[in-house]
């Protein structure tokens, strides 16, 4: 008896020695920066590749810290870029929070279309990503995502900084008050250059408001990827559509761009 299961545990093992590892990207971070056009200092992680080649496509995440935890990003990462469901790309987690007060959230005095806030992405977060990790150049493909009041900042992004971000990444847009007023932005002002993901739940996560603004988005001629279920307004309906976002994003395979 003793043979077979030594053969049997010899085996396992082998098989353990032989599973290909997965790529892992590396994480740095926290980096902090200090802002002139908003007054004070921020902070981000910053997801590269395994294999880099510069200059890599850039995604922007606001409430980075909670995308790193509750939605497991870097992970995600790693797995959608091994098995080649995206092209490699660089994602930014951008701290909603006070660096030195984590327990203070910045989000009301930024997310809502907020100038100062788009300047300080525009005019310092940007070319210090380009110059410092990415390689970036006018011609790169970048994507500004978030969730519920940051997938507000998304399209509010969309329109104070017109091209600069290709894809606007919303998952569950929020509150209906606020998408009330993103939606009369969209239809009275001119049609800006980006692709847009948006995804949302039932009743219980604003999906009246957001089938509005999605159809706002159709008839202004936007390209746009929209996904609903019946999920709230919770980790539980966002986690499992991350890996569709990033493929948004990517565009690497036919079926996964932006129609």
């Given at each position: 008896m003793k043979k077979p299961l030594l053969l049997i545990f010899?085996?396992?093992?082998?098989?353990?020695?032989?599973?290909?590892?997965?790529?892992?990207?590396?994480?740095?971070?926290?980096?902090?920066?200090?802002?002139?056009?908003?007054?004070?200092?921020?902070?981000y992680w910053i997801y590269l590749p395994e294999k880099v080649r510069k200059p890599l496509p850039e995604l922007?995440?606001?409430?980075?810290?909670?995308?790193?935890?509750?939605?497991?990003?870097?992970?995600?990462?790693?797995?959608?870029?091994?098995?080649?469901?995206i092209a490699p790309i660089a994602a930014i987690f951008v701290d909603s929070r006070d660096p030195d007060y984590p327990d203070e959230s910045r989000r009301n005095r930024e997310f809502m279309c907020k100038t100062d806030y788009a300047k300080f992405y525009l005019s310092e977060l940007l070319p210090e990503i380009s110059r410092k990790w990415t390689g970036g150049n006018p011609e790169t493909h970048r994507g500004i995502m978030g969730v519920s009041f940051g997938g507000i900042n998304a399209a509010c992004f969309g329109m104070l900084?017109?091209?600069?971000?290709?894809?606007?990444?919303?998952?569950?847009?929020?509150?209906?008050?606020?998408?009330?007023?993103?939606?009369?932005?969209?239809?009275?002002?001119?049609?800006?250059?980006?692709?847009?993901?948006?995804?949302?739940?039932?009743?219980?996560?604003?999906?009246?408001?957001?089938?509005?603004f999605v159809a706002t988005l159709k008839e202004k001629g936007y390209p746009v990827r929209h996904v609903s279920n019946d999920g709230g307004h919770d980790w539980k309906n966002w986690k499992p559509l991350l890996d569709?976002?990033?493929?948004?994003?990517?565009?690497?395979?036919?079926r996964d761009e932006i129609k």
């Amino acid at each position: 008896m003793k043979k077979p299961l030594l053969l049997i545990f010899l085996g396992l093992l082998m098989g353990f020695w032989l599973t290909p590892a997965l790529a892992r990207g590396k994480l740095e971070g926290p980096i902090r920066i200090s802002s002139e056009e908003l007054g004070y200092d921020l902070q981000y992680w910053i997801y590269l590749p395994e294999k880099v080649r510069k200059p890599l496509p850039e995604l922007y995440i606001t409430d980075g810290q909670v995308y790193l935890g509750s939605g497991q990003m870097a992970e995600l990462l790693d797995e959608e870029i091994e098995k080649g469901r995206i092209a490699p790309i660089a994602a930014i987690f951008v701290d909603s929070r006070d660096p030195d007060y984590p327990d203070e959230s910045r989000r009301n005095r930024e997310f809502m279309c907020k100038t100062d806030y788009a300047k300080f992405y525009l005019s310092e977060l940007l070319p210090e990503i380009s110059r410092k990790w990415t390689g970036g150049n006018p011609e790169t493909h970048r994507g500004i995502m978030g969730v519920s009041f940051g997938g507000i900042n998304a399209a509010c992004f969309g329109m104070l900084m017109p091209g600069v971000f290709q894809v606007l990444i919303m998952q569950s847009p929020a509150s209906d008050k606020h998408l009330d007023v993103i939606n009369d932005l969209y239809q009275e002002r001119p049609k800006n250059p980006s692709s847009i993901f948006i995804s949302h739940g039932g009743p219980e996560d604003n999906e009246a408001a957001a089938r509005r603004f999605v159809a706002t988005l159709k008839e202004k001629g936007y390209p746009v990827r929209h996904v609903s279920n019946d999920g709230g307004h919770d980790w539980k309906n966002w986690k499992p559509l991350l890996d569709d976002s990033l493929r948004a994003f990517a565009g690497l395979r036919a079926r996964d761009e932006i129609k």
